[in-house]
DNA sequence: ACCCAGGCGACGA
DNA sequence: TCGTCGCATGGG
């Protein structure tokens, strides 16, 4: 099916490569694919808005939930730039959005990004999908299931090359599949609450919680802290966050993550 | 060769 | 509770 979807704020290119998910890809100027929920999607850019085509039927309302059209961010932004450094931070991360990505893929992805460069996090989740996702339109796999992985051992994941974060991944699909770590539940839960569950996993600890939470669950308040932002932190904020921030650091958050990265 | 990467768990103080 | 260290792998 083909959405049109209008939204003047974001920048697909941007919000595909600011390093909250790994398997979009660039295949033209202003056109994107991936496989998303199980089905083949390509994106392409418009002047105020953007258009998708996806293999099966996820529906328009999937696409504006997943891209995150409704939250005004051009309001949030002017909010932010009480805070220079923040404010410099929107002028260089200007059209991303907070992408609300499967769970269960948010979280091996962040899983496997720890102690890791985002290079190779993307090798790592492609051989992980080659082999053991299913296939899907367009050459691409999905990403696996939290079963199929939980049926797995740690051996069978040596060709990812994943060292030792292998049986991390295994924990992780074990505690989902059997709901020791139950999703439903942790929609629910506010994010202090949430982030103590995932960290029930082997392998999750501050850090890949909260980037599971934002990226996966669309908790706007979770604030990973990786070593990008301990430097902006350090710096720029050594007695707390800017209240500009409040209820919104995850946001804020990948605006500084993408300013201290300093592509540009 | 060398340092580092969107960290975490184990361990000792 | 806090600092330190090893961990697998490979990109730059």
Known sequence: MKYHIENNEINLAITLDCGQCFRWEQTGEN??????????????????????????????RFWRKYFDTELDYDGLI??????????NACTAARGIHILKQEPFETLISFIISQNNNIPRIKGIIGRLCEAFGEKVAGGLYAFPSADTLAGLS???????????????IIDAARKISDKTVD????????TELAREELKKIVGVGDK???????FGFHKLNAFPKDVWIKRVVAEY?????????RGFEGV???????????RG
């Open 31 to 60: 056109a994107f694919s991936a496989a998303v929920a199980g089905c083949a999607v390509t994106a392409l850019q418009l002047d105020g808005g953007f258009e998708i085509t996806d293999s099966a039927d996820l529906g328009e």
């Open 78 to 87: 002017t909010r932010f730039s009480a805070d220079d450094t923040l404010k």
């Open 154 to 168: 740690e051996a069978e994941l040596a060709p990812l090359r994943a060292g030792f974060r292998a049986r991390y």
């Open 183 to 190: 999703f439903e539940q942790i929609n629910s839960l506010p």
């Open 208 to 214: 890949v919680a909260d980037c599971t939470l934002l």
């Open 237 to 245: 904020y050594p007695g707390g966050l800017p209240e500009c921030m």
């Open 252 to 262: 804020a958050q990948q605006y500084l993550f993408e300013y201290a990265r300093g």
